[in-house]
């Protein structure tokens, strides 16, 4: 490594942990009022027009994506979301993974991200631990979820779905159709001490245990970490996702993002999508 690197690498460290400390010290209260997505509504202000997120041949501004998280959220409140309900989230990365996570911050729900290789009687017991109300699913694992869940629970479960490889079916309800004249969002003045998500251990031990993050879980780690989270010396750079969203670390990298105003997420839909 070059002294020039080590240098900067020294300095990014200062002010990263510069920013991050006082953050810890004075912003972290229980009771505060701050959650991921206060730092994306402030980009939204600040970058209306710029680019947001990627995906294959479609770009999505700021201001764009803020429109459809409140859409969303009122899609989610008119079907019986409430503050501390909890929907199942089991979709291959895109970007209205990550805005339907923000819709359930918005709202004061819980999103619970499901891994996606999960089937059978463990995609059965991730999502009945949690007691979801609902599920939206990527339209290429409705099979999956339908053989993998019993009759009583299908029932129980309101199922909305987002075309991905493969089309919304007739006679299931295309979530993006669905939200387009929801009406308004009422947003939940979440405190950073509330449950924002569930994310699952690997059930190497046995069966996928939910861990609970909070708000301050998410900001704290997001905002303290200067080894991934930096800002190139490049306007507006572009960041390649392709890690799981489910995974708590590529859910992190992508709220770092969004905290830290340092570019725009093109989303591969996973690791094999990407061009070697």
Known sequence: MSLKWAINGVLDDIYFYAQGIPRTLFTWKPDNQLTILNFFESNVKKYPNEIAFIFKDESITWQEADKKISQYG?????????????????????????????????????AALINT????????????????????????????????????????????LVKDSQDVPSGYTDINEASENAGDVKP??????????????SGTTGPPKASMLSHGNMEWTASIIPEISFTPNISNPEYLSYLPLCHVFGRLVDEIIAINSIGFINFAESIDTVQR
């Open 74 to 110: 009122a899609f989610l409140q008119s079907q019986g979301i409430a503050k501390g309900d909890c929907f199942a989230l089991l979709m291959d990365n895109c970007p209205d993974f990550l805005m339907l996570l923000l819709a359930a911050h918005r709202i004061g729900a819980i």
């Open 188 to 201: 939940y003045p979440l405190k950073i001490k509330d449950i924002g998500m569930y994310i699952y251990t």
């Open 117 to 160: 290789t999960v089937t059978g009687e463990g995609l059965k017991h991730v999502v009945t631990i949690v007691d979801a109300k609902a599920a939206v699913l990527g339209a290429s694992h409705l099979e999956k979820f339908e053989t993998s869940m019993p009759e009583a629970e299908l029932q129980a479960l309101k199922l909305f």
